[in-house]
C-alpha cells in the first residue's frame, strides 16, 4: 500500500513562494508517475502538474505554467513542486498523488493513492 504525505503549506502573501513535498513510501516510487491536484473550496479537484517515472517530462495545468516547477528525487522518495509568484488564486488544498497507469494523467481518477493534502493560502 503506498503511502503519501505531503507538508510545506501555508499562509504566503500575493507574489511570495512556497515549496511543496510529498514523501512517498510502500511501494517503489519510480514504478509512479507523480502528480499535484488542488481543490479550492466549491470547486472540483484540478489539476496542477505530473512528472514522469523518470522524472524527464514534467506537464503542467496552463494557469501554473511558469509559475510552479515540478520535481522528483528518487533518493528521498519525495516529489516536490516549487511554487513561485503566487496569487489570491492559489489558494486551495494541494495534494499529492500517484498512479501506475500510462497517457494522459490530468484526470483524478486515473490515480491510485492520495495524499491528505496541505492547505496554500495566498493573501492579497
Known amino acids: 500500500q503506498v503511502q503519501l504525505v505531503e507538508s510545506g503549506g501555508g499562509l504566503v502573501q500575493a507574489g511570495g513562494s512556497l515549496r511543496l513535498s510529498c514523501q512517498f513510501s510502500g511501494r517503489t516510487f519510480n514504478d509512479y508517475v507523480m502528480g499535484w491536484f488542488r481543490q479550492a473550496p466549491g470547486k472540483e479537484r484540478e489539476f496542477v502538474a505530473r512528472i514522469s517515472r523518470s522524472g524527464a517530462c514534467t506537464y503542467y495545468t496552463d494557469s501554473v505554467k511558469g509559475r510552479f516547477t515540478i520535481s522528483r528525487d528518487s533518493a528521498k522518495n519525495t516529489v516536490y513542486v516549487q511554487m513561485n509568484s503566487l496569487t489570491p488564486e492559489d489558494t486551495a488544498v494541494y495534494y499529492c498523488?500517484?498512479?501506475?497507469?500510462?497517457?494522459?494523467?490530468?484526470?483524478?481518477?486515473?490515480?491510485?493513492?492520495w495524499g491528505q493534502g496541505t492547505q496554500v493560502t495566498v493573501s492579497s
Open positions: 498523488a500517484a498512479s501506475l497507469e500510462y497517457g494522459d494523467l490530468t484526470t483524478p481518477g486515473r490515480y491510485d493513492y
